[in-house]
């Protein structure tokens, strides 16, 4: 069954710091994938998405994701953290077959200054 | 401006009280969805429409009924709600046929307390 893994319910950098959020997923299949990302007390917006082609995706504010297939995996990243990217993150996949998207549990983004 | 409206946005109801939160998209999506939102769960399926009059059940429908007699709006209704339906609820939408990848948009939510 298809499935979404984030590791870290929570992780806290230094403003200025890297992140990385780190997402697997369970397929034979190699999915769509998704990164959402929730603002406090918003709904779901879409940061970035592998569909096909470049492995390497990049998205809105600075983020970016890989997808490498050998580690079924599609982690979050940005080189250079700022305050405003305190949210909530959630990796997600698809297949092209249906629209139903399984989400991972979500990782919560803190920003220390 | 493209978007998926909810309403009520908040909602505190007692045990047993029947409630229908209601979902528009005007993007013409063919596929709509409902997600229940719980702390270290992530989101998780309702239900889902694939087009008016298709309605399938998610990954946990108990407890909750859908209708799509229209394109555009897709309301949840709880029947007889009970506490642990308290969550934070998204309604999405998507194209569905003829297209490369299903990207879905959300609404902006709604909490939902039962006591």
């Known amino acids: 069954a298809q499935s979404v893994t984030q590791l870290g319910s929570h992780v806290s950098v230094s403003e200025g710091a890297l992140v990385l959020l780190r997402c697997n997923y369970s397929?034979?299949?190699?999915?769509?994938l998704f990164w959402y990302v929730q603002y406090p007390n918003q709904g779901l917006q879409l940061l970035l998405k592998y569909t096909t082609g470049a492995t390497l995706v990049k998205g809105i504010n600075g983020f970016e994701a890989e997808f490498k297939k050998s580690e079924t995996s599609f982690h979050l990243t940005k080189p250079s953290a700022h305050m405003s990217d305190a949210a909530e993150y959630f990796c997600?996949?698809?297949?092209?077959?249906?629209?139903?998207?399984?989400f991972g549990s979500g990782t919560r983004l803190s920003i220390r200054p | 401006e493209a978007q998926v409206t909810q309403n009520p946005r908040y909602l505190i109801t007692v045990t047993g009280k029947k409630l229908t939160v209601t979902c528009s998209q005007n993007m013409n999506h063919e596929y709509m969805s409902w997600y229940r939102q719980d702390p270290g769960l992530g989101l998780r399926q309702i239900y889902y429409s694939m087009n008016v009059e298709v309605t399938d059940k998610g990954d946990v429908p108990e407890g909750y009924k859908v209708s799509r007699k229209e394109k555009r709006n897709f309301p949840l209704i709880l029947e007889s709600p009970s506490p642990n339906q308290t969550s934070l609820y998204f309604c999405a939408s998507s194209f569905q046929s003829g297209r490369s990848y299903n990207e879905q948009f959300f609404g902006p939510g709604t909490r939902l307390t039962v006591l």
């Open positions: 997600a996949s698809s297949y092209s077959s249906a629209s139903k998207i399984i």
């Open positions: 397929s034979s299949v190699p999915p769509y």
